[in-house]
Every structure is written in C-alpha cells, then in structure tokens.
C-alpha cells in the first residue's frame, strides 16, 4: 500500500464513513458557525463577509456530512447577510 492510499484511507475513516450522532453533529454545526460568526465580524467586519464561513462549511460538510453541511450553508449565508445588510 503507497503512503498516499493510506493516507486517503485515513481521511476517509475521518470523515462521513464514521457514523455520528446527528445531534452532536448538528449542535458542532450551529456553534462552529457561530464562533465563525463573531471572529469574522471582530477581525473583517462587512469587508469580506465570506472569507471565514466558506472554508468552515467545506470542512463541516467533509467531516460531518451533507446535511450538517447544508446547514452551514444557510446559516452562513443568514450570518454573511446580516453583517452586510444595514441597519
């Protein structure tokens, strides 16, 4: 076995191929979004409203599947829209 089959076997035993409980991987999707949320708006502001939430919903969707990935995407968006959105 190459270095990189075995690396792409560990990889995948990280990701979705290991069951989870959808609970835990909801609640890490809303408070990691979250946390997102409030650098993002500390360090950038509505300067670049993406710039966090797009790599964290990439890995939330890798590591926890399609729909705590989904998820991460609608909340990103309300979050990103909300930072740029007056008032």
């Known amino acids: 076995m190459s270095a990189s089959t075995a690396l ?12 989870r409980p959808r ?21 950038f502001g509505s300067s670049a409203p993406w710039f966090f939430y797009t790599p964290a919903v990439v890995l939330l ?3 926890l599947g399609r729909g705590p990935g989904n ?14 959105t007056p008032g």
């Open 23 to 43: 609970t835990v991987c909801y609640g890490l999707t809303v408070i990691t979004v979250a946390v997102i949320a409030f650098a993002q708006a500390a360090m």
């Open 8 to 19: 792409l076997n560990r990889l995948r035993d990280l990701t979705v191929a290991r069951p």
């Open 61 to 63: 969707a890798l590591f």
């Open 71 to 84: 998820v991460a995407t609608i909340l990103s968006a309300i979050g990103a829209g909300a930072v740029v």
